[in-house]
């Protein structure tokens, strides 16, 4: 308890964007919902409602499928060279750029994250993240092969492959870094010349709804982006399940991922996922202990531990145990949480009520289970979503803290003693989506990185990301990569042509 939540006066900018209902992007025009509802978006710092959004549903995903299908079908879209589609991607970046302050100061508002974690990190990553994608439009590429055919001797061919954009895309994001995920579904579609309806979360529509504005500007052509709000029941499932949809990419909980897989059997629609995390961090006793210590605060209470990655199974080495923990429960102190616009605030509220409850439900599940709080515990004011960083010790491998993922800051901590046993340990788990080691130890590192099964390894840092870096899970954390060129794999697919010349 104990934090003031000083009143800000928000940016008249902003102010003035959210004074009125937003609407949605369909074919180009800014409109309201078919039904003429409007659902609130709430400032996660005071519990207020912050904006009123039009809300999609079925019939307005009808609407957007529509015209995304119309504009991959017969718009200009699919004549534009695929210099002429980078540069758009790059003029939205360009556009982003010009904008950060506001960009960061609406995501900050609507999310509760930090101002100063928005504007250093946030929108950035998401302007690099079109830039890289800008670039890909003009690299994507088949080949020629050279092909035998044995049961037609002497005859000679030409075969070559073309790489052709997989279609009209439904994207559906979360809300724990709403900006970045929409750029993240965004920039591989646009860079292969798909065209998208896209859903933000119902929690955080602001920012992809400013940004669509942008996306006009830019010039993209009408129905080339379509952004939808609306409840995931209602709108997500709508379009999971349109039979105009050819792809479904969607980022969320592992539950809602199965709910999307049946959704897409009508007319099996290609899908990705990119969903929960329960990451093991591995602390050795040989590891720098001034680098480990601080990256192990950091891999947990980023975000408000509202990250998929979250190293929130710290693992350290007996002999160092207690001097770590103690060193991560002391950062976790002395962290200033507060409302995201009061630049002092090093953690913001979670996103939304449910989250502050599920968060509370699961800190009482593990006391009641024995395990004991090292810092924090609790929930940290009486207005507002906010929860104490945590570390619990006292925990075991078989307690719901432990097992699943939490999405809060909140770190389970326990000992090992053998190497080999931590593998072990780590691989336990439905999830295999980040895994972080600390050690001098070169050898060991990358004989830990090849053991584990998670889509990222990280060695001595932790939530290190980069529009060149792929990303994404085993297991049930995921179908496919996000970022890279390995998701470029997921937004085409291969023509084979293969022509007799003799
Ligand atoms: P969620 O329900 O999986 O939401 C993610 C997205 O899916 C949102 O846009 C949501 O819409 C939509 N959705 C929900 N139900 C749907 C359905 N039946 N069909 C189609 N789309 C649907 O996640 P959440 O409820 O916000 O958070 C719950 C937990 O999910 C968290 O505590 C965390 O464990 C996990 N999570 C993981 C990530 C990640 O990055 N991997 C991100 C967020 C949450 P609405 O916004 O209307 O719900
Ligand atoms: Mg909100």
Avoid at 109 to 115: A, E, I, R, V
Avoid at 146 to 170: C, N, Q
Avoid at 451 to 480: E, M
Wanted: glycine share 8%; net charge negative.
């Amino acid at each position: 308890m104990g934090i003031a939540i000083s009143p800000f006066q928000i940016d008249p900018r902003v102010a003035d964007y959210i004074d009125k209902p937003r609407k949605m992007l369909i074919n180009g025009k800014w409109v309201n919902a078919a039904s003429g509802k409007t659902f609130p978006s709430y400032n996660p710092a005071t519990g207020e409602v912050l904006a009123q959004v039009a809300e999609a549903d079925r019939e307005d995903i009808n609407q957007a499928v529509k015209a995304a299908r119309k504009a991959f079908d017969q718009g200009p879209w699919r004549r534009m060279t695929a210099s002429e589609r980078g540069r758009l991607v790059w003029k939205l970046a360009d556009l982003l750029d010009k904008n950060i302050e506001e960009f960061a100061y609406l995501e900050s508002l609507d999310n509760g994250k930090p101002l100063t974690i928005a504007k250093a990190a946030d929108v950035p990553l998401t302007v690099d993240l079109f830039r890289y994608m800008a670039g890909w439009a003009t690299k994507i590429e088949g080949n020629t092969i050279p092909i035998s055919v044995p049961y037609t001797p002497g005859a000679k061919y030409l075969a070559y492959t073309l790489k052709e954009p997989v279609g009209v895309v439904g994207q559906i994001i979360p809300w724990n870094f709403p900006l970045l995920m929409a750029a993240w579904k965004l920039g591989p579609a646009l860079a292969t010349g798909c065209t998208v309806v896209l859903k933000p979360a119902e929690q955080t529509p602001l920012s992809a709804l400013r940004l669509g504005e942008l996306i006009m500007e830019a010039g993209f052509p009408d129905g080339v982006v379509n952004i939808v709000p609306g409840y995931g029941e209602t709108a997500g499932a709508a379009l999971a399940a349109h039979p105009d949809v050819d792809k479904i990419a969607f980022t969320g909980s592992t539950e809602v991922g199965k709910l999307i897989v049946h959704a897409a059997t009508g007319n099996l629609k290609k899908v990705s996922l990119e969903l929960g995390g329960k990451s093991p961090n591995v602390v050795f006793k040989d590891a720098d202990l001034d680098a480990a210590i601080p990256g192990s605060a950091s891999a947990i209470f980023f975000n408000h531990g509202q990250c998929c990655c979250a190293g929130s199974r710290l693992y350290v080495e007996k002999p160092i145990f207690d001097r770590v923990v103690e060193g991560v429960a002391e950062h976790a102190k002395k962290i200033k949480v507060g409302a995201g616009l009061d630049p002092e605030t090093q953690m913001g509220p979670l996103v939304s009520e449910e989250q502050l409850n599920r968060v509370c439900s699961y800190l009482e599940s593990g006391f009641s289970q024995g395990a004991t709080a090292l810092s924090g515990g609790h929930k940290a004011a009486d207005k507002g979503y906010f929860v104490e960083p945590t570390v619990l010790v006292n925990t075991r491998e078989d307690m719901k803290v432990v097992q699943e993922e939490i999405f809060g800051p909140v770190v389970t901590a326990m000992p090992f003693e053998d190497p080999e046993e931590i593998v072990l340990r780590s691989n336990d788990s439905d999830y295999g989506l980040a895994a972080a080691v600390w050690t001098r130890d070169i050898s060991k590192a990358h004989r830990m990185a090849e053991h584990l099964r998670a889509g990222t390894v990280w060695i001595n840092c932790y939530n290190i990301f980069d529009a060149a870096l792929p990303f994404g899970g085993y297991k049930q954390s995921g179908w496919g990569r996000e970022m890279g060129h390995d998701v470029l794999q997921l937004y085409t697919q291969t023509k084979a042509v293969c022509t007799r010349l003799a």
